[in-house]
């Protein structure tokens, strides 16, 4: 019969006495009751410690029932190597009548061994006496298990460290998955993703009993089935009921005619990438279960790195033969230094050039001596702290010879050099990185914080990104603008943003810029400045656009008030002029015409000549003003430009004086112009006066003319012109020349540079206005103390439109040749490059004619033509090209300069190869003039 143990008493065995007893029972009901229904092992043992009672949940774990139980009976479940240390501390713990607490392993039902934490506590009755034992059992084998895997892993982490052979690591790493899971037969093979092709790194099995390295089926081939389904699905775990033999095929160790029943496969990764497989089995059935597959897989992933960085280090240590050969001529800096003494053993090349040290120096020198002072402390520290394997260390700050401190990767791999171990490093300067990240950030904030209008685009014209400003200014909120098309924004006033049309704009110039009228959210209206520039990758292909706008809606407000103040000072000023001009004339002509009253008949015709000459001045300045106001009417009729000059040419001779020489190059087969011709010779008499005064002790005055071609080419690089074909009437002057802020003013109404009382400040500003009356355009060009050069460009009478249209479709030809350009102006000079780069051509740019001839210094082998603008600083075009050609004569040069070549020194460029291409030029022009002079030097 089942005896009753404390856990099955009844809560009603015993009578009731008093209302204590009753609250004890009710106590120990609840007690039995949770004693009953908990998870958990719970036993009760007699003071001299044999156990009476326990909860099912020991029956359940152990499978022993209650009379296999008692006494000492438990014991059967403890394993047989832990049951003396149990059992003896069990004794010990009723002798002393202390708590006891021990880990060992107990059998489970199903005859699996499961670690136990067990603990018990003495109950004493009220005279102090051990009335009972009380104890649990707690599973701890999960925990036993993480920690027997932890230990596993520290040993396995320091042997790999310690490893130096790919083959040392896999002994490594399979004696670890031995003592986590254990295997009959295992193998590592290593595996190159860009070859597909496995190789065998070590292989293992079961030969007589016995653990034995064996030779793979198949070294160096491509990988087997299950390989590949690892590679495609991850971890494998095969369990064969009835192992059949494999073919060889499928295997890659052991022996083929004794099939493993249990296998496990899993990939080594390393830098996300599978960079080898390994793989345990076992002669038993069901031997492995997903927890094995999970820990195996663990185990692969913990060593992938340490494989990796095996194999590069035996890689390195192959490469240390040929260190004499590639040391040197590396074009990175490296240096060899003395691990114990941190002396600098060896530097190549790169590094004496970079640093500025010489040879003899850097051998002189410590790793400290190179570094500023205050990260001294932090190199040492970080010396005591570095292993023997490879190194990827930075930024640290490294000082050159210059006193300059730049930012250093460092990539180091310990050797031994000339006997004594050191450390081979590669110092990779970022600063120039650094500086960019930091300019990116800076950028972006720059960019959050405008207060332009700054909008990024995709290459259809979608919105991706809108900034603050456009939020502020416009009152569109970011997230309901990106992803529409940047034609949708309220557009007001004659010109349309077009995306499409813009784009081809920019392909070709490069940027766009202009101005529209846009609508807020609230219908208000803002008018802004746009530009767009596009975004390119490394290739130079365009990946998106950037939009900035400029709200200008406050300054053009402020603009027109301006103007209307100017124009009412301009028709005060002229109102001025004006009658002091007639105040003077009418002076003459009444002080003459009083003196012909009393004069005698030979002084009569005297007077009157006067008179009429005051008369013929007033005429003149009236025509001025009628010309200025474009108030008088024209006459136009076909003329020859030719001959217009042509018949002025002695007038003008006697007007400007003998100390100055006109010269007259006449173009052939000159289109007439549809022209007034009164209004012309006020054009070239007033740029003839003009050039006149700007050369008070002489020199040397320039006309010109030729029929010219402005095609779209040329309107894109030159925004003042437009399409069509004209009659070019040059005037050029080698004279005193005009800076930059008189050059912008000189058609200004009354704007003179001549002293008081010596000019009206009109000439020019009637030259301007009569050109434009004639549909024509004008540009000037000067530089101080060189001269002046205007380019009047006048239609022609008769449109040639196939003129226009053969240039239009004519595309110049490009090449690979590589071009030497030098142009002072920044704005030319990016144009310049860009028309030249867009045909292929490799263009090296200076600024001056002394960074010229430094920069074919360091070229000249591979310089095929300099384009070199006459006028720069520093060192001229000629000065330069002089200099070039002293050591390398012969070299193809083209000029540029926005003076005539007739006027410049004379015979300078009749020498032969000596070419000028007059500005302004169109992008044509030049690629026409470059591809001819590289064709003339083969």
């Not at 099912?56 to 139980?69: D, I, K, N, R, V």
């Not at 089995?281 to 279960?289: E, F, R, V």
């Not at 009206?760 to 000037?780: A, C, D, K, W």
Request: with cysteine.
């Amino acid at each position: 019969m089942k005896q009753p143990s404390r856990f099955d008493e009844s809560p009603d065995s015993t009578p009731q006495h008093s209302s204590a007893e009753q609250h004890l029972r009710e106590s120990e009901a609840r007690f039995r009751s949770l004693v009953l229904a908990t998870a958990q092992a719970i036993w009760t043992a007699g003071p001299d410690g044999r156990l009476t009672s326990k909860n099912p949940s020991w029956e359940a774990f152990t499978g022993l029932t209650h009379q296999e139980s008692v006494d000492f009976g438990w014991l059967k479940a403890v394993h047989p190597e832990d049951q003396q240390l149990t059992l003896s501390a069990w004794k010990t713990a009723v002798a002393n009548t202390a708590s006891y607490s021990i880990e060992h392993r107990l059998q489970r039902h199903d005859g699996q061994w499961r670690y136990m934490l067990t603990r018990a506590v003495p109950v004493f009755d009220e005279q102090g006496q051990v009335r009972e034992w009380i104890g649990a059992n707690t599973d701890i084998t999960e925990r036993k298990r993480a920690e027997f895997r932890g230990a596993v892993f520290s040993v396995l982490g320091q042997r790999l460290s310690a490893a130096r052979t790919p083959r040392d690591a896999a002994r490594t790493i399979l004696d670890a998955a031995d003592q986590l899971i254990g295997w009959d037969g295992c193998f590592l093979d290593s595996y190159s993703s860009e070859q597909d092709v496995i190789n065998s790194v070590l292989a293992m099995d079961l030969m007589n009993g016995l653990r034995t390295e064996v030779a793979p089926s198949g070294d160096g081939g491509e990988p087997t089935a299950t390989m590949r389904r690892v590679l495609a699905e991850g971890a494998q775990l095969i369990l064969r009921e009835n192992p059949q033999s494999q073919p060889n095929s499928t295997m890659r160790f052991g022996d083929v005619n004794r099939p493993a029943a249990s296998l496990m496969f899993v990939p080594i990764r390393s830098s996300l990438k599978v960079a080898g497989f390994l793989s345990i089995q076992s002669y038993k059935l069901h031997a492995y279960s997903r927890e094995d597959l999970r820990t195996l897989q663990s185990l692969a992933d913990y060593c992938g790195a340490a494989l990796e960085r095996i194999q590069s280090e035996e890689a390195l240590h192959a490469s240390e033969r040929k260190y004499l050969l590639l040391f040197d001529r590396n074009p990175s800096p490296l240096i060899v230094y003395d691990i114990e003494t941190l002396r600098v053993l060896a530097a190549n090349e790169a590094a004496i050039h970079h640093y500025g040290y010489s040879r003899e120096e850097f051998l002189a020198m410590t790793l400290k001596d190179y570094r500023p002072p205050e990260d001294v402390p932090f190199l040492v520290k970080k010396m005591q702290t570095m292993g023997d394997g490879l190194q990827l260390l930075g930024p640290f700050r490294h000082l050159k010879k210059d006193g300059s401190i730049i930012l250093v990767d460092i990539n180091s791999h310990s050797l031994t050099f000339e006997g004594r171990k050191a450390r081979l490093v590669m110092m990779t300067d970022i600063t120039e990185r650094k500086r960019a990240e930091d300019n990116l950030v800076r950028l972006a904030t720059a960019v959050e914080q405008s207060t332009d209008i700054i909008i990024h685009l995709d290459l259809d014209g979608l919105i991706e990104y809108v900034n603050p400003a456009f939020e502020r200014i416009t009152g569109y909120g970011r997230e309901a603008m990106v992803g529409r098309h940047i034609n949708s924004l309220p557009q007001d006033g004659e010109a349309h943003f077009e995306f499409a049309h813009l784009v081809g704009r920019i392909a070709v110039s490069g940027s766009w810029s202009g101005r529209f009228v846009s609508r807020k959210k609230d219908g208000q209206k803002f008018e802004a400045d746009v530009s767009i520039y596009p975004i390119r990758d490394e290739g130079g292909k365009i990946t998106s656009y950037i939009a900035v706008e400029r709200d200008v809606t406050r300054e053009t407000a402020l603009e027109e008030q301006v103007r209307l103040a100017q124009k009412m000072e301009a028709i005060g000023l002229l109102a001025g002029g004006v009658a002091h001009d007639f105040n003077n004339l009418l002076q003459v002509i009444m002080g003459y015409t009083m003196l012909a009253r009393s004069a005698s008949e030979h002084e009569l015709g005297h007077h009157l000549e006067q008179v009429q000459k005051a008369a013929e001045r007033a005429t003149q300045l009236t025509r001025q003003l009628l010309a200025f106001g474009r108030r008088q009417a024209m006459q136009k009729t076909d003329t020859d430009i030719n001959q217009l000059v042509a018949d002025h040419l002695k007038m003008l001779r006697r007007l400007i004086g003998e100390n100055i020489e006109i010269h007259f190059l006449a173009g052939k087969h000159l289109e007439n112009i549809f022209a007034d011709k009164g209004q012309l010779e006020q054009v070239l008499l007033n740029l003839c006066v003009n050039a006149r005064d700007a050369m008070p002790n002489g020199g040397q005055l320039t006309l010109e003319t030729q029929n010219f071609v402005i095609d779209h080419s040329f309107c894109e690089d030159h925004p003042w012109a437009r399409a069509g074909n004209f009659i070019l009437l040059t005037v050029t002057d080698n004279g005193m020349g005009m800076d930059r802020e008189t050059l912008s003013r000189i058609f200004e109404p009354f704007f003179t540079t001549k002293p008081k009382g010596r000019g009206t400040g009109l000439g020019l500003s009637v030259v301007y206005g009569i050109i434009r009356q004639h549909e024509g355009l004008i540009h000037v060009y000067s530089e101080p103390g060189l001269g002046t050069t205007f380019k009047i460009y006048i239609p022609m009478a008769q449109r040639v439109s196939e003129m226009v249209e053969q240039n239009l479709h004519t595309v110049p030809p490009g090449g690979t040749e590589t071009i030497l350009l030098a142009e002072d102006e920044p704005m030319v000079r990016q144009l310049a490059v860009k028309t030249l780069e867009r045909v292929g051509y490799r263009v090296i740019a200076a600024s001056n004619g002394e960074e010229t001839c430094d920069l074919f210094a360091l070229h000249a082998k591979d310089v095929d033509l300099l384009l070199l603008d006459v006028v720069m600083p520093k060192l001229g075009g000629k000065e330069a090209y002089s200099r070039i050609n002293e050591t390398h004569p012969g070299v193809p040069v083209l000029f540029c300069s926005g003076y005539s070549g007739n006027s410049l020194e004379a015979g300078y460029f009749q020498v032969e190869g000596l070419e000028l291409l007059q500005k302004p030029y169109s992008s044509n022009d030049l690629l026409l003039k470059v591809r001819e002079l590289l064709e003339k030097r083969k």
